[in-house]
């Protein structure tokens, strides 16, 4: 590589860093409120979060170490959880909200890369957007940052042994997702505010109901966009990104 | 995928995501953050939050820069990531 290309490099994930650091990413509609978990239940959820954090950035380092040709595309599967989540839209619920773009990154990456970019966002959404919160980040970490992410590697994996198209695999990874995401805040939320008659269960069922079903076109659309964005990745880029899928294979198969 | 293919799926996001307001005009298009604020005060009436945000946007204005400048900044990396790499392919020949 020559050294130019080398500081051209380096200058673009520097100005991105910065970006990403100064600029919250506002989020009006899924991740739980600050106050509004019981603090039982946000360290509860801090603590389940705390080990995928640190082998999320464990596996980001070994990224960087052995494969520094991938920093640039990590910053973009970055890059995409940015603009995706600035996406506030319509829903058929009558209300808004908007994708959370972890998919690419998780396909690309692995889960755990994404469990710190997620942690990134929603940090600085919370200080500067206060949208989510501090005490609560630890439950929004694992729902967008956690679960999200395993759910879309699991199913891109499952879909590319059952012999889906790559496509219709990419696209099931974001939708499920996206899906599964707001299903675990529901559940978060649930869990801490059982009903009176009902419990828990009914909880759950009113919750999902404002979260998952305002959901489901919104996932659809993050669906289509991450086909978009992962085709025009893949088109130009077949060799190194083959080769990336089976560097994330291996890192996980650990 | 075939440049077709590109604009039908552009087609698909842009229908799914004017349909809801076109469709029902009249909703009042609120966060599902503060739909479920509401059903977590209906459950539970007592239930005092017990911290409130650091720092809030002054207004709705700035708000909505930050927004706007967050979805700029995002697809401005993009856009020069993918630049990059079509040129790369090009001048590999």
Redesign the interface.
């Known amino acids: 590589m020559i050294p130019k290309c080398n500081v051209r490099k380096t200058f673009?994930l520097a100005g991105?860093i910065v970006?990403f650091w100064l600029?919250?990413?506002?989020a009006?509609?899924?991740?739980?409120?600050?106050?509004?978990l019981?603090?039982n239940w946000a360290l509860m959820w801090t603590l389940v979060t705390l080990p995928f954090l640190i082998w999320g950035f464990k596996s980001i380092s070994k990224i960087f170490n052995e494969k520094p040709e991938y920093k640039?595309?990590l910053?973009?599967a970055g890059?995409?959880?940015?603009?995706?989540s600035?996406?506030?839209?319509?829903?058929?619920?009558?209300?808004?909200?908007h994708p959370t773009g972890v998919a690419l990154g998780a396909v690309l990456f692995g889960p755990v890369a994404m469990t710190v970019i997620s942690s990134i966002v929603l940090l600085f959404q919370?200080?500067?957007?206060?949208?989510g919160?501090?005490?609560t980040l630890g439950a929004n970490i694992f729902s967008m940052g956690v679960a999200g992410p395993l759910l879309a590697f699991a199913v891109y994996k499952l879909g590319q042994k059952g012999g889906f198209p790559r496509?219709l695999s990419v696209f099931l990874a974001a939708f499920l997702a996206n899906m599964g995401t707001y299903l675990v805040t529901s559940l978060q939320?649930a869990l801490a505010?059982?009903?009176?008659t009902g419990g828990v269960a009914a909880?759950f069922v009113?919750?999902s109901s404002?979260?998952a079903i305002?959901q489901i076109?919104l996932a659809?659309?993050e669906g289509?966009?991450t086909?978009?964005?992962f085709?025009?990745?893949f088109?130009?880029?077949r060799q190194e990104l083959q080769g990336l899928l089976h560097f994330s294979e291996e890192v996980h198969s650990q | 995928m075939k440049k077709w293919h590109y604009i039908l799926l552009i087609c698909i996001l842009a229908a799914l995501i004017t349909a809801p307001v076109l469709l029902m005009p009249d909703r009042d298009y609120e966060g599902a953050d503060n739909i479920a604020e509401e059903v977590i005060m209906a459950i539970n009436p007592l239930y005092d939050p017990w911290i409130e945000p650091v720092w809030e946007p002054p207004s709705k204005e700035i708000e909505s820069f930050l927004f706007a400048f967050q979805a700029a900044a995002g697809s401005a990396f993009i856009g020069f990531y993918l630049g990059k790499i079509t040129t790369r392919r090009k001048n590999r020949g």
């Not at chain 1, 919370?126 to 949208?131: N, T």
């Open positions: 673009f991105f970006i600029l919250p990413k506002s009006s509609a899924m991740h739980i409120m600050e106050g509004f019981p603090w640039m595309l910053a973009m890059a995409f959880v940015f603009v995706i600035a996406l506030k839209m319509p829903s058929v619920t009558g209300s808004c909200s919370a200080l500067l957007l206060a949208h919160g501090i005490t496509w939320l505010f059982p009903m009176e909880s009113k919750f404002i979260f305002t076109p659809a659309s289509i966009l086909i978009i964005v085709n025009l990745l088109n130009y880029n």
